[in-house]
């Protein structure tokens, strides 16, 4: 195979791949802002809630998982195109609906764009940087905590503007609908980025691996079993995370004097997250992707727990700083190992992994949060527990880490100290090559 992209061709590439990233981040963080606004806008009661928030996520899931086996067959360009339109058109939905079906189908269109972006961006960054995929994934994945912060920055600030203003506007929006419309800021950004672009065939591709190859490696154990530590990566990574303002909020704004200071608490984890995702290379040389995955299954774990019992307010930071270093690594390392040891299973592999990580997310740790919190606060409002019985449900979700740790430690004793190489494609060797082909653009 030859190598047919230029360094500026492959940045380009890459940079438009981290500002779609940016427009599903972003979506997260308006949405987690917005949480407690969505009840009265769009009519929510009982458990509904949890669903509009759970959509947001668990569409990801349903996108992925069908574009895992297709996208190399489609290819990447038009998993990127699907990626912008539904941005876009979920994005209008959701900022004109009206009802908790409207809600619920346009947070389900923008997760169908969220889990697009997955789908096609990570097999994208793994086959432009064949041999260095774990770094530059979780350098991809920076981008994902900054949408965080730029979506629940942005809704913080509107919400402090329109507060108290009878009538307030931008550009005819009401405060909803203007946060909700930054989503489309970044997503006509990558399409444009995007436009008429080369895009090169995933690697799988590339090197003829067999659908029949590829179906076996999907079944092998320790895909399986890296499936299933998938599903509790993603529940402690993002369960917590989507209710962190409720769960926060009134604690930390009692003891610091600051506002609706629950989603600054999101943002300074996001923001932590971000910067040590730069960083990862160094770690990854280091420590292993096995040996960082360990580490990392102690800390969500202790942070969590100790956040979920915690009542005074600096603990309450101290065990989120803790839970935000532990969680920081696990998506992009994750998808990195099955990409570097497995990678026959190609992007149906890293597909399966984000989107059975984000359906478990989405239609189960996300609403059973909500409901626990109901459960321990014995209130008839399901619409409203309390912050306290929301971070008290959080001791479920930490359970999750004992069973991760005792098998990235066995994986790291196996493997990870200092045995640890990318696998090549096609030979199951160290990569030496540096293979990108060329196919239509986008």
């Known amino acids: 195979m030859t190598n047919v992209l230029d360094n500026a061709q492959r940045n380009r590439l890459f940079w438009a791949s981290c500002l779609a990233l940016i427009s599903t981040s972003v979506a997260f963080g308006v949405i987690t802002e917005s949480a407690s606004e969505l009840p009265d806008q769009y009519g929510l009661e009982g458990n509904q809630l949890g669903y509009v928030l759970g959509a947001a996520i668990s569409g990801f899931a349903f996108a992925i998982i069908l574009l895992g086996p297709a ?68 350098v991809f994945h920076v981008f994902w905590p900054v949408g965080i912060i730029v979506g629940a920055m942005f809704g913080y600030w509107i919400s402090g503007v329109s507060a108290g203003v009878e009538g307030w506007s931008l550009f005819g929006l009401d405060a909803l609908q203007a946060k909700l419309a930054l989503i489309l800021v970044p997503t006509l950004i990558y399409g444009y980025m995007f436009r008429n672009q080369i895009i090169p065939q995933t690697e799988r591709v590339q090197s003829k691996v067999s659908d029949a190859q590829m179906w076996d490696a999907v079944k092998s154990p320790f895909f399986m079993l890296m499936l299933f530590c998938m599903m509790l990566t993603a529940s402690l990574e993002l369960g917590p995370n989507r209710w962190m303002r409720l769960a926060m909020g009134p604690s930390v704004e009692s003891a610091f004097n600051v506002t609706d200071s629950g989603i600054l608490v999101l943002v300074y984890g996001s923001a932590l997250m971000a910067v040590l995702r730069f960083y990862a290379g160094g770690l990854v040389k280091r420590f292993a992707p096995t040996g960082i995955l360990f580490a990392s299954s102690i800390l969500a774990g202790l942070g969590l727990y100790a956040m979920s019992g915690a009542q005074d307010p600096w603990m309450l930071i101290i065990s989120a700083t803790v839970f935000y270093v532990g969680v920081c690594f696990y998506w992009p390392t994750m998808l990195g190992v099955v990409a570097e040891q497995i990678p026959r299973t190609g992007a149906v592999g890293l597909c399966l992994m984000g989107g059975v990580g984000m359906l478990i997310a989405g239609y189960v740790t996300i609403p059973q949060i909500q409901s626990f919190a109901v459960g321990f606060e014995a209130v008839a409002d399901a619409n409203n527990p309390t912050a306290a019985s929301l971070r008290a449900s959080f001791q479920w979700v930490a359970v999750c880490a004992i069973p991760l740790a005792i098998i990235f430690w066995m994986m790291h004793r196996r493997f990870g100290q200092g045995g640890y190489s990318t696998k090549s494609i096609s030979s199951g060797s160290a990569s030496q090559s540096d293979p990108v082909q060329e196919t239509a653009g986008v």
């Open 71 to 138: 996208i190399d067959k489609i290819g990447i360009a038009v998993t990127i195109r699907m990626a912008f339109f539904c941005h876009l058109i979920g994005t209008l939905i959701l900022m004109f609906s009206g009802s908790f079906v409207m809600a619920f189908l346009g947070a389900s269109v923008i997760a169908l764009g969220n889990g697009a972006v997955e789908a096609g961006c990570n097999p994208l960054v793994a086959t432009l940087f064949p041999n260095n995929k774990t770094t530059k994934l979780n």
